[in-house]
């Protein structure tokens, strides 16, 4: 019996395939992203806070997380804390990425999980399930998805 040779491009052209359909797939997933964030300062000045989305909705944000983060930080931190606060799902099952372009998202979540967190890469805080849990509990409308196929750092 003779099997039919196995083309060596066979493997790369299922590859591109797969990572095609999940781009796709992830663009849709994440089509609620911000447009573009904004400083708590600038959101407690509002009588509705909210935060422009890539899909042409408005994301509300609860005046009492804005409230208690600004009980957590001082008043340059404030101006510098960029809203909603940006959780990179991965394919990694342990845990997630909080981005932080600055030192008040670093700062920020430490104080809501209640221990001193560091970035293991600049910009990029890893948590764990119970710290990601807490974060989202106490942060729900000032804390957002954001769904990746990375699987490690």
């Given at each position: 019996?003779?099997?039919p040779?196995?083309?060596?491009?066979?493997?790369?052209?299922?590859?591109?395939?797969?990572?095609?359909?999940l781009?796709s797939?992830?663009?849709?997933?994440?089509?609620?992203?911000?447009?573009?964030?904004?400083?708590?300062?600038?959101?407690?000045?509002?009588?509705?806070?909210?935060?422009p989305?890539?899909?042409?909705?408005?994301?509300?944000?609860?005046?009492?997380?804005l409230?208690?983060?600004?009980?957590?930080?001082?008043?340059?931190?404030?101006?510098?804390?960029?809203?909603?606060?940006l959780?990179?799902?991965?394919?990694?099952?342990?845990?997630?990425?909080?981005?932080?372009?600055?030192?008040?998202?670093?700062?920020?979540?430490s104080?809501?999980?209640?221990?001193?967190?560091?970035?293991?890469?600049?910009?990029?805080?890893?948590?764990?399930?119970?710290?990601l849990?807490?974060?989202?509990?106490?942060?729900k409308?000032?804390?957002?998805?954001?769904?990746?196929?990375r699987?490690?750092?």
């Open positions: 019996m003779h099997l040779e196995l083309r060596d491009d066979t493997q790369p052209q299922y590859e591109r395939f797969i990572n095609a359909y781009s797939e992830l663009r849709l997933v994440n089509s609620g992203l911000p447009q573009r964030r904004r400083s708590l300062s600038e959101l407690l000045n509002e009588a509705q806070p909210q935060i989305c890539t899909d042409g909705s408005q994301q509300m944000v609860k005046r009492s997380e409230e208690y983060l600004s009980s957590l930080l001082d008043a340059p931190d404030r101006e510098s804390l960029m809203l909603p606060i959780i990179e799902m991965t394919g990694d099952q342990s845990g997630a990425i909080v981005l932080c372009p600055g030192s008040a998202e670093q700062k920020t979540v104080s809501v999980v209640g221990m001193h967190l560091v970035c293991e890469r600049p910009g990029r805080l890893r948590i764990y399930k119970p710290q849990a807490l974060l989202r509990r106490k942060l409308t000032t804390t957002q998805y954001i769904f990746s196929t699987t490690s750092d």
